[in-house]
């Protein structure tokens, strides 16, 4: 395999950032981590769960991996999770402790206490209880960003019944699907929420997927939000503020085999029916911890922690409910859009809560460089220590403003590579320890293995651009595909036998760091050469003038694939004649010329999915001018029809 890569988009980027040496010095995260789990892998992680968790029964082995690829881990082991990750923390005398700073998109507040939201746990329990709720039976959420979402995860996992928390963003269909392939038995949703200041709605959608099927669900439990008009089924819909309302605050939690399902989380799939990916419980919320500990470098009695994911999204799962919650930490819960009313809602936040540690995705980074430093510049933002990313590769471009704008040149930005299937994060450098480089994800986290092999399975050596792969099991692992096993086996165990392919193409450098390459399906051959999109991409945004870049590879004649590439200028930029000459020179020089785009289109949108990633499935359509396949992943359709005209105008 020929890789003609380099490192693109190093602009303003530093190479490397080492350790500040006051930080290091306090760090949560040790080098020692990475010898003692190369020692004693199994050992490592037993040592982890026993240490973040509190186990009503301890286990007795740590991995089971005789019915590979599925896993039991610290088999013999029961605990709650719920207990674990609110009622303990009471206990413990933490209970005054802040759990929750949540704030409305219109300015509303709440401040939930860890003994607030374990009675507020209990109590929705019991309500589910009531409802007929049983261990084993599943329950899909439909909820905004507002507590009772978390809490209403919580209650699920006290009862050790599944949950299947299902985007807000969603649509009927989408829901209906989910809720039939997982046989929900209740759905909790709300009246409706707020974005971009107006309230919108969520139980319409709710009624309508229930009235097209889903005969498994006998109620619906509707939590007051915004006070939009509903309309109601007696005998099947229950107020939240009723049931939760009256149920006692005793409740008795079971204690559950670590491998009783946690959740299941549908992943958006960009072909083919969506994928129920199932997690359990001990195995998960050991490594969420572990990770969120370590890799954040929190200490629950200093540090305010927020992460801007959405719990529609397993980023929501593992870093806003599961491990924060498990280490007893304070975090901020937002409601709505980074820009409402203004667009320094997010650096207002990070400045009123004191917010120390900072988690969030590249697209939103590259939203706000796009927007310009004037709006973090309005904020006091010297609370935060630590910024996170992850969803995607984060161009060193992005990630040198982030840690600039928003980290004043002082935090660690950690990128953290992982994704649903892996339940909590894989690679990614420690904070203090590692020293950073912007644009790679760098190293498996201790207890994680990883290689980079190519087309036979083979270890690539530095430089070579091949597929991701783990290669030992981890406690956060998917335990399969809800209801379809041996999907599971041919999607990620059969093309590299007895390792996990991931599905990201990678490479090592000249220091053995890993770079995520995108997708694999996003990975181009042209003229027989493997080009990667991310690549691409990194090297059109070091330009000056452009916010954001979408490349895709569309079928040439002579080339096999040709690059074409889609961007979106800064605010302020405009096209010129020489624009998109001037970009295909940028990339020749950051790659070299046989990574010049064949076609640079300027456009004011890029299509997305409602977890932010762009659909380049959808842009290649336009490439290769055929009719737009399936669009309804979307956020805004509409953006497909915007981004023809302009390309028939150019012509
Ligand atoms: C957590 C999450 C997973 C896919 C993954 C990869 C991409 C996520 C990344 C990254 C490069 C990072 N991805 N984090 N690529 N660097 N730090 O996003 O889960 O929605 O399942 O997506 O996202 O392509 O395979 P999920």
Redesign the pocket.
Same mark, same amino acid.
């Given at each position: 395999m020929t890789d003609t890569t380099s490192q693109a988009g190093t602009g303003h980027a530093p190479r490397t950032v080492d350790p500040d040496p006051d930080f290091a010095a306090q760090a949560v995260a040790q080098a020692a981590l990475y010898e003692e789990a190369d020692t004693d892998r199994l050992g490592f992680w037993a040592r982890q769960a026993r240490e973040l968790l509190t186990w009503d029964t301890d286990f007795t082995q740590t991995l089971d991996w005789s019915g590979a690829p599925f896993a039991k881990w610290f088999v013999g082991g029961r605990l709650n999770v719920a207990v674990n990750c609110v009622d303990r923390h009471v206990e413990a005398g933490d209970g005054d402790r802040v759990a929750l700073h949540f704030e409305g998109e219109p300015g509303d507040t709440r401040t939930i206490t860890y003994a607030e939201l374990a009675a507020d746990v209990r109590r929705a329990a019991n309500a589910l209880a009531a409802l007929g709720v049983q261990a084993g039976d599943r329950v899909a959420i439909y909820l905004p960003m507002i507590p009772e979402a978390v809490v209403a995860m919580l209650a699920c996992a006290r009862l050790g019944a599944p949950h299947s928390v299902v985007f807000g963003g969603f649509s009927a269909d989408a829901l209906r699907s989910r809720i039939e392939d997982a046989e929900a038995k209740v759905v909790i949703t709300c009246d409706g929420s707020y974005r971009r200041g107006k309230p919108t709605t969520l139980k319409p959608a709710v009624d309508a997927a229930l009235a097209k099927g889903a005969p498994s669900v006998t109620n619906v439990l509707v939590v007051r939000r915004n006070g939009e008009a509903v309309d109601w089924t007696e005998g099947r819909d229950v107020w939240w503020h009723d049931a939760v309302g009256a149920a006692g605050e005793e409740h008795e939690a079971q204690a559950f085999d670590a491998e009783h399902p946690l959740y299941i989380l549908y992943?958006?799939g960009t072909t083919g029916k969506p994928k129920g990916?199932l997690h359990t419980s001990g195995g998960y919320l050991a490594q969420a911890a572990y990770t969120t500990k370590n890799v954040f470098d929190l200490r629950p009695e200093r540090d305010v922690y927020w992460c801007t994911a959405d719990v529609g !999204?397993?980023?929501g799962h593992?870093y806003v409910v599961y491990g924060p919650l498990a280490l007893g930490v304070t975090q901020v819960v937002y409601e709505g859009t980074p820009d409402t009313p203004d667009k320094d809602r997010w650096w207002s936040l990070v400045e009123k809560y004191g917010v120390t540690v900072l988690y969030t995705?590249?697209t939103a980074i590259r939203t706000c460089m796009k927007w310009g430093e004037e709006y973090p510049g309005r904020h006091d933002l010297s609370s935060l220590r630590v910024l996170g990313?992850?969803?995607?590769?984060?161009n060193p471009e992005a990630w040198a403003w982030y840690r600039r704008v928003i980290g004043a040149d002082r935090t660690p930005v950690v990128?953290? !590579? !992982?994704?649903?299937?892996?339940g909590a994060?894989m690679?990614?450098p420690l904070p203090g320890v590692t020293t950073l480089k912007p644009g790679s994800?760098q190293v498996p986290l201790p207890g994680v293995a990883a290689e980079v092999v190519d087309d036979a399975g083979e270890p690539l050596g530095h430089g070579q651009a091949g597929y /991701?792969v783990l290669t030992e099991p981890w406690p956060s692992m998917l335990r399969g595909l809800w209801g379809d096993p041996q999907r599971y086996v041919d999607t990620y165990w059969s093309r590299f036998p007895g390792r996990y392919f991931?599905?990201?193409g990678a490479k090592r450098d000249e220091d053995g760091d890993i770079w /995520? /390459?995108?997708?694999v399906d996003?990975v181009m051959n042209v003229s027989g050469h493997r080009l990667s999109t991310?690549e691409i991409e990194s090297a059109l945004v070091s330009h000056p003038t452009v916010a954001e870049a979408a490349v895709v590879g569309a079928t040439d004649e002579t080339t096999g694939q040709a690059v074409v590439a889609f961007v979106i200028l800064r605010g302020g930029a405009q096209e010129g004649p020489d624009t998109v000459r001037e970009l295909r020179e940028h990339v020749g020089q950051e790659i070299g010329p046989i990574a010049k785009p064949r076609s640079i289109m300027v456009v004011a949108e890029l299509p997305k999915t409602r977890?932010g990633?762009i659909m380049r499935r959808l842009l290649r359509d336009v490439a290769e001018n055929r009719a737009t396949g399936d669009v309804t992943t979307l956020t805004d359709a509409s953006v497909m029809d915007t981004i023809r005209a302009g390309m028939t105008r150019s012509e």
């Open positions: 992943t958006s990916i !999204w397993v980023t593992s995705a590249p990313s992850v969803g995607e590769p984060i990128d953290t !590579w !992982w994704q649903t299937e892996t994060m690679i990614s994800a /991701l991931a599905g990201d /995520l /390459l995108g997708r996003d991310a977890s990633k």
